[in-house]
């Protein structure tokens, strides 16, 4: 029997906007609402495979070529838990006929999106979108380096029933109106449209199980998560488990789950039931500020936390979140303070400004949230959560640095705090902050100790600021981003990882003379899985002095009429990495160089990614000079002598041109060609070496660098960066 669709209106959620409510209500016209925001809509206990089973319809009809308003300013301010507890109340109501078995179909779906950082906060939340035949998406406000949301089209049967699609700047965001010709899943637009906006960013592992709400803040940007309802089973997902490490939400805050027996009833008045594993012992640890034993009925054999998001792996086939199979190797603690991880794609460097205009901002605390404010202005809002979007990094570039307020001052919001100076320390913002035992237990050694160094004095230095933004990304982005969190979790729950990615150095020289110092360069990297592979150009491996390295080497000989391209293209060849680094036989590398491309890649997306030459070490002058070149933006070039490829970018791309000269603009004129992105990240790791040009395949004269510089220096001089720059320093000058 064959049912027939009735349309129902239209239903209207939102994401983010719970600092700046009134914002929502400028956003569109035409709209009566009801708004119910996404977070609250309830993950149906029904299977999760209908990705519309928990959605509302309003009342309000919206004509075809008409526009969507919201609820008046200030709507969301009032009484927002009756507010909530009515979305909640409609979103049941409406389930059976919502869900893609039952016969009501939504006519217009729109989704309001306070930032990018947002919409990809609602990109796993996608399955509680219902299916529609319009889809409006409002992006209220984007940073001035985002693309546009045109989609990212998978195969599927979304996009065929596509009749018309619009997309329109309004004012600082943007607006995307898709009409299909038959009802189609709102939640697989949404995350395609995330996808192209942010160029798709590699999948985060484990797979993960959400049960909505808070947990969403934890894969933002995935649409391959599986949600299920508070307290119940996660589903299966095509005769496999539904994941292999699922959250549990109680309150807000997240913390790895102990292994429990019996059913245990956590925080949130949620009831789940697992196995305990033999030989596992469990113990908890509370979070800074925060005392909360489990009753020993609970049945759980260690503390947990008030507010917290229990995770673990899955045993096979339907089994509740947060238990511990037998034999996993996962002691079922509940982590320390466990910060929200940070969605690298758009809490990053970019668009970090070398010279600010403005001073020191203050993070000061309200009942509300939290405001950043440079004298009587206030920068940004941001909730009380402590969640920062890219919205608010892009309004804080041209600020020195931020000073966040003591354990005095905190008013017992440690963490959210902590949230917001990882956030800003991920973004390159300098932070200012006074010790914390506890906040800096939060952040972790590495950020806590990166943060010592920050002093005003120090902001003061444009150079000294960014040494000092660079490793605070650094220390904020490898311990709490996204990728590094999950694979932490991963470990700790006894689950297997992926190897990290592995480079391939791609190292071809003319001159014997300068192998030694070459493979020393890459000799020191630190923090990256790399390979060397070593193309003697027009000599053999006799003739030169290949030193030992812990580096596993390979050797290429080629004959000097053969293309330096060729040269490349045949060194590519043998090489087994997933990424090609190409560097130069005679510049100097910092210990973190391969490092910093491999973060870069991560958070931008990018196919190819490489310094800038900023600093160049004029050999016949004996000057050190420092350029003026933009940082931290997509762009169509970077050093040559830095360029780190993607393999699947790189033949694409179709390799190296089997040429003499100008191989490296080649490269990346052909990876544009082909669709692919190129990011320039900081140049501080890397110092050109210009000889004279006679010899060099880039023909420069010494001269031109003259032209145009924004320091320099006598003699050759590196930057704290750099590190072991004396030694070098004597061998130059002898």
């Not at 529609?132 to 979304?158: E, F, N």
């Not at 952040?443 to 660079?470: K, P, W, Y």
């Amino acid at each position: 029997m064959t049912r027939t669709a009735t349309t129902r209106s239209a239903w209207g959620t939102w994401i983010g906007f719970e600092s700046c409510p009134t914002l929502l209500g400028r956003l569109v016209e035409g709209f009566a609402g009801p708004w119910i925001p996404l977070e609250d809509v309830p993950v149906p206990v029904a299977s999760v495979a209908s990705v519309a089973s928990a959605v509302p319809a309003s009342d309000a009809d919206t004509a075809r070529d008409g526009t969507l308003d919201a609820a008046p300013d200030g709507a969301l301010d009032a009484a927002p838990d009756t507010t909530r507890d009515a979305a909640r109340d409609a979103a049941r109501n409406v389930t059976r006929d919502a869900a893609p078995g039952g016969t009501g179909a939504i006519g217009c779906v729109l989704l309001a999106a306070r930032s990018p950082a947002d919409l990809r906060r609602a990109v796993p939340l996608r399955g509680l979108l219902p299916t529609a035949t319009r889809v409006r998406i409002a992006v209220a406000d984007v940073p001035s380096w985002a693309a546009q949301p045109l989609p990212v089209a998978a195969p599927g049967a979304c996009w065929r029933h596509l009749t018309e699609m619009r997309v329109t700047r309004r004012g600082r965001g943007w607006h995307l109106d898709a009409a299909f010709s038959e009802p189609v899943p709102a939640g697989d637009v949404v995350a395609h449209v995330a996808n192209g906006l942010f160029g798709g960013c590699a999948a985060t592992t484990p797979v993960a199980g959400l049960e909505g709400g808070v947990t969403a803040d934890w894969r933002p940007g995935d649409p391959n998560v599986t949600l299920s309802p508070p307290g119940g089973p996660v589903p299966d997902r095509r005769d496999a488990p539904g994941c292999d490490l699922p959250l549990r939400q109680a309150n807000g805050s997240v913390v790895t789950g102990p292994a429990v027996t019996g059913p245990a009833v956590m925080s949130s008045g949620v009831t789940s039931s697992a196995a305990t594993s033999s030989g596992v012992t469990s113990s908890a640890a509370t979070s800074p500020g925060v005392t909360n034993s489990a009753p020993a009925a609970t049945g759980l054999t260690g503390s947990v936390l008030a507010g917290s998001v229990l995770a673990g792996p899955v045993l096979a086939g339907s089994v509740p979140a947060g238990s511990v199979p037998a034999g996993s190797g996962s002691t079922g603690s509940v982590a320390d303070g466990l910060l929200p991880p940070l969605d690298e794609a758009v809490i990053n460097p970019i668009g970090f400004r070398r010279n600010p205009a403005q001073g020191i901002a203050v993070l000061a605390v309200r009942r509300e949230g939290f405001v950043v404010a440079l004298g009587t202005d206030k920068l940004v809002r941001i909730p009380a959560s402590g969640r920062v979007t890219d919205v608010d990094i892009a309004r804080l570039r041209d600020v020195r640095g931020v000073e966040v307020p003591g354990p005095q001052a905190a008013e017992g919001r440690t963490g959210e705090i902590a949230r917001v100076v990882a956030a800003l320390s991920a973004a390159g913002i300098p932070v200012l902050a006074a010790p914390d035992p506890a906040r800096d237990r939060a952040l972790g050694t590495a950020l806590a100790t990166a943060l010592v160094a920050v002093t005003g004095e120090a902001l003061a230095s444009d150079l000294r600021r960014e040494e000092l933004s660079i490793r605070l990304r650094r220390a904020a982005l490898r311990e709490h981003g996204a990728a590094a969190r999950w694979r932490g979790l991963a470990l700790a729950a006894g689950l297997p990882v992926p190897p990290d990615p592995k480079v391939s150095i791609l190292l071809c020289t003319r001159r014997p003379e300068m192998v030694p110092f070459a493979v020393e360069q890459m000799e020191r990297q630190r923090g990256v899985s790399a390979e060397l592979i070593v193309g003697l150009h027009g000599f053999t491996a006799r003739e030169a002095a290949i030193p030992r390295t812990r580096l596993p080497l390979t050797v290429i000989e080629a004959p000097a009429t053969t293309p330096f391209g060729e040269v490349l293209n045949r060194m590519a060849a043998v090489a087994s990495g997933s990424c090609l680094a190409k560097v130069d036989d005679d510049d100097w590398y910092g210990p973190d160089h391969l490092a910093d491309l491999l973060l870069a890649r991560r958070y931008s997306g990018a196919d190819l990614v490489g310094s800038a030459a900023e600093f160049v070490y004029l050999e016949p002058l004996d000057v050190t000079i420092r350029r003026c070149i933009g940082t931290e933006r997509f762009v169509p070039l970077v050093a040559g002598g830095t360029m780190l490829v993607t393999r699947a970018a790189f033949e694409a791309a179709g390799g190296f041109r089997p040429l003499a000269r100008t191989v490296d603009g080649q490269l990346l004129q052909a990876v544009e060609a082909v669709g692919g992105r190129i990011y320039r990240t900081h140049g501080l790791g890397y110092v050109l070496r210009r000889r004279s040009a006679y010899g060099h395949t880039w023909r420069q004269p010494v001269q031109s660098f003259l032209a145009s510089f924004q320091e320099q220096w006598r003699g050759l001089v590196f930057n704290e960066l750099m590190e072991d720059g004396a030694r070098w320093r004597a061998e130059v000058t002898r």
